[in-house]
């Protein structure tokens, strides 16, 4: 029998050393455990259809050498600047509000290092999410964002993780949000590359969110076909608390993006929407994973994917309703659009209930362009062209148009424009 495969002894050389030592010593206890890790086959279940497009060949394993400013990172406003996993203290604008601390893991005391160690990974199930536990044996350096009670940022924070891939490697970035009771902020990271050599991004974002909080996140995912993607969220939510996710991603030789939330406080309630855009031999899977510990939640999901060429999609969706979430509400959807014969989508959404007194949902659909529709546009005088475009944007802008900041509702449609002209041809 052939035998599994595993990591690389070359993924667990030593990175950088300009973190605290408390963090260095977390990161070194995470690599001793990543020794002989098994990598995810076909077998693996959450990796079923992503497991052939993972390709950790060595000249990845070095980390990516720190990259030049570039006009990719131009952002308005608030924003910290991520260059191959380290953060550009010069390309950044920080908010300066009172209760908002927004810090380098490098420029953290040993007090401060050794409490934000204590804490690092207690979102995510690292056993489904295996190359997290990659990123926290080599981040380099992250980003904690810390509000005290009632604190409200009115601006978005923008998180710009630029790859600058003029050599191989990888990068590590890592962010933290500790969100104090009542406080709010919207979080918005942009993934975005440049250079032609093979690249790897594996990111882990952290969301602790105390009662009564209010936190938006916005992911969009722009990067270049020559970079691997592989990312994680993880979300633990308090009593009336509120979470709400926009992702928004563009495909490439592999996407993976876990999005794992728990509720642990009554009355807590999050929004989840997810939009996927495929073409040539692209691949984007995303899982996600809602679970319901205790009562009175709800959770609404929703995303949507549309695939064109020999390109792949990938959801799936679990919501765990424990034995004590009585009076759960939970709603999760899936719609999906195939644009060529040649293109797939596989979808699973899953319920999970072990309580009684719950209401939940769940649904999923693939389809291609209904042909009358398009007859009757083109019987319009609307170009065949221009009527695939209409009945496809239509599809999705449900989702983009909820999207709560300009800029990037912006940034997507642009993507998407490109995304059209590449798909749709005039006869």
Same mark, same amino acid.
């Given at each position: 029998?052939?035998?599994?495969?595993?990591?690389?002894?070359?993924?667990?050389?030593p990175?950088?050393?300009?973190?605290?030592?408390?963090?260095?010593?977390?990161?070194?206890q995470?690599?001793?455990?990543?020794?002989?890790?098994? @990598?995810?086959?076909?077998?693996?279940?959450?990796?079923k259809?992503?497991?052939?497009?993972?390709?950790?060949s060595?000249?990845l394993?070095?980390?990516?050498?720190?990259g030049?400013?570039?006009?990719?990172?131009?952002?308005?406003?608030?924003?910290?600047?991520?260059?191959?996993?380290?953060?550009?203290?010069?390309?950044?604008?920080l908010?300066?509000?009172?209760?908002?601390?927004?810090?380098?893991?490098?420029?953290?005391?040993?007090?401060?290092?050794?409490?934000?160690?204590?804490?690092?990974?207690n979102?995510?199930?690292?056993?489904?999410?295996?190359?997290?536990?990659?990123?926290?044996?080599r981040?380099?350096?992250? @980003?904690?964002?810390?509000?005290?009670?009632?604190?409200?940022?009115?601006?978005?924070?923008f998180?710009v993780?630029?790859?600058?891939?003029?050599?191989?490697?990888?990068?590590?970035?890592?962010?933290?949000?500790?969100?104090?009771?009542h406080?709010?902020?919207?979080?918005?990271?942009?993934?975005?590359?440049s250079?032609?050599?093979s690249?790897?991004?594996?990111?882990?974002t952290?969301?602790?969110?105390?009662?009564?909080?209010?936190?938006?996140?916005?992911?969009?995912?722009?990067?270049?076909?020559?970079?691997?993607?592989?990312?994680?969220t993880?979300?633990?939510?308090q009593?009336?608390?509120?979470f709400?996710?926009?992702?928004?991603?563009?495909g490439?030789?592999?996407?993976?993006?876990?999005?794992?939330?728990?509720?642990?406080?009554?009355?807590?309630?999050c929004?989840?929407?997810?939009?996927?855009?495929?073409?040539?031999?692209?691949?984007?899977?995303?899982?996600?994973?809602?679970?319901?510990?205790?009562?009175?939640?709800?959770?609404?999901?929703?995303?949507?994917?549309?695939?064109?060429?020999?390109?792949?999609?990938?959801?799936n969706g679990?919501?765990h309703?424990?034995?004590?979430?009585?009076?759960s509400n939970?709603?999760?959807?899936?719609?999906?659009?195939?644009l060529?014969?040649?293109?797939?989508?596989?979808?699973?959404?899953? @319920?999970?209930?072990?309580?009684?007194?719950?209401?939940c949902?769940?649904?999923?659909?693939?389809?291609q362009?209904?042909?009358?529709?398009?007859?009757? @546009?083109?019987?319009?005088?609307?170009?065949?062209?221009?009527?695939?475009?209409?009945?496809t944007m239509?599809?999705?802008?449900?989702?983009?148009?909820?999207?709560?900041v300009?800029?990037?509702?912006?940034?997507?449609?642009?993507?998407?424009?490109?995304f059209?002209?590449?798909?749709?041809?005039e006869?």
């Amino acid at each position: 029998m052939k035998p599994a495969p595993t990591l690389s002894s070359a993924f667990l050389q030593p990175a950088g050393e300009a973190l605290p030592q408390p963090l260095l010593a977390l990161r070194k206890q995470r690599g001793t455990a990543l020794v002989d890790m098994p @990598l995810p086959t076909r077998k693996t279940e959450n990796w079923k259809y992503s497991s052939k497009h993972l390709k950790l060949s060595d000249e990845l394993a070095s980390g990516l050498p720190a990259g030049s400013a570039t006009s990719l990172a131009a952002v308005d406003g608030y924003r910290v600047v991520f260059r191959n996993g380290v953060i550009d203290s010069a390309a950044s604008n920080l908010p300066q509000v009172d209760g908002l601390a927004v810090q380098r893991f490098a420029d953290l005391s040993d007090d401060e290092a050794a409490s934000l160690a204590e804490r690092l990974d207690n979102t995510l199930d690292t056993n489904a999410t295996q190359m997290a536990r990659l990123n926290s044996a080599r981040f380099e350096d992250g @980003l904690l964002v810390s509000l005290k009670p009632d604190t409200v940022l009115r601006e978005p924070l923008f998180v710009v993780h630029e790859v600058t891939a003029t050599a191989s490697g990888s990068a590590y970035p890592r962010i933290y949000v500790d969100a104090g009771r009542h406080s709010q902020m919207t979080l918005v990271e942009e993934y975005v590359s440049s250079g032609d050599e093979s690249a790897m991004v594996d990111a882990v974002t952290e969301f602790m969110v105390a009662d009564g909080a209010q936190i938006t996140s916005i992911r969009l995912n722009v990067e270049g076909q020559n970079v691997q993607h592989i990312g994680a969220t993880g979300v633990r939510q308090q009593r009336d608390s509120r979470f709400e996710s926009h992702c928004v991603g563009f495909g490439g030789p592999l996407r993976r993006h876990d999005l794992q939330l728990r509720f642990e406080g009554e009355g807590a309630n999050c929004k989840l929407n997810g939009v996927v855009v495929t073409q040539g031999k692209q691949h984007y899977d995303n899982h996600t994973c809602i679970d319901h510990m205790v009562p009175h939640c709800n959770s609404e999901e929703t995303y949507r994917n549309i695939a064109a060429d020999e390109s792949h999609a990938v959801f799936n969706g679990r919501i765990h309703i424990h034995q004590d979430a009585q009076q759960s509400n939970a709603d999760m959807n899936n719609k999906n659009l195939l644009l060529s014969t040649g293109a797939e989508i596989d979808t699973k959404p899953e @319920l999970e209930i072990y309580a009684d007194d719950v209401k939940c949902a769940h649904g999923a659909t693939i389809g291609q362009l209904d042909e009358t529709s398009l007859f009757y @546009l083109v019987s319009r005088g609307i170009s065949r062209r221009d009527a695939n475009v209409l009945l496809t944007m239509a599809f999705i802008n449900e989702l983009v148009a909820q999207i709560p900041v300009e800029q990037v509702r912006d940034s997507a449609n642009e993507r998407l424009n490109q995304f059209f002209d590449d798909t749709f041809k005039e006869a």
